[in-house]
């Protein structure tokens, strides 16, 4: 018999976080600090086994759920942008933009660096995938052969990013 797969979507309502940010678009340019309603949406395609399910996949959704507690109620800073320099004191962060011109500070508590260019669906969706493929690593037994994750903040705006192993 030849072997078959299917798809598994996760996509809960708590599957979501509050978090503010800015789009930085370029070295002088940037949206002003706001925030979103993040969802998370998780397409995992993977081999189905003899027993007539893919892999246990509450363990996915609860990793999903911790890194959206992880992320919730805080402002993202991306550090791999070009165009913001972060700075750290015992109580603050601050964030250096358009030549040092803009010095912003945030409160510690209240920040998430995040090894991102941008805090954009695109580079948060690209990042959530990262996160999830440790785990698939390291259990190649879920027979996982591609994973999607798309990243929205209202209806008719999302990104999202795309694994396979192929």
């Not at 969802?39 to 609860?62: P, Q, S």
């Not at 040092?100 to 969706?125: A, C, G, W």
């Amino acid at each position: 018999m030849n072997k078959r797969v299917t798809k598994i979507e996760l996509f809960k309502q708590a599957m979501n976080f509050s978090a503010g940010h800015f789009t930085i678009y370029s070295e002088s340019e940037r949206e002003n600090l706001h925030g979103h309603n993040f969802y998370v949406h998780a397409i995992f395609e993977a081999e189905l086994m003899e027993n007539g399910i893919t892999f246990n996949y509450c363990i996915y959704k609860k990793i999903i759920l911790d890194i959206c507690q992880f992320l919730d109620e805080s402002v993202l800073l991306p550090l791999k942008s070009p165009h913001l320099r972060i700075e750290e004191s015992d109580e603050y962060i601050y964030a250096f933009f358009n030549s040092d011109k803009e010095k912003i500070p945030f409160l510690k508590r209240d920040v998430k660096l995040l090894p991102v260019r941008n805090t954009t669906v695109e580079e948060l969706s690209h990042w959530f995938l990262e996160q999830l493929l440790v785990h698939v690593e390291e259990n190649p037994e879920h027979l996982i052969q591609a994973i999607e994750v798309k990243m929205s903040f209202g209806y008719g705006q999302s990104g999202s990013s795309y694994w396979s192993k192929e």
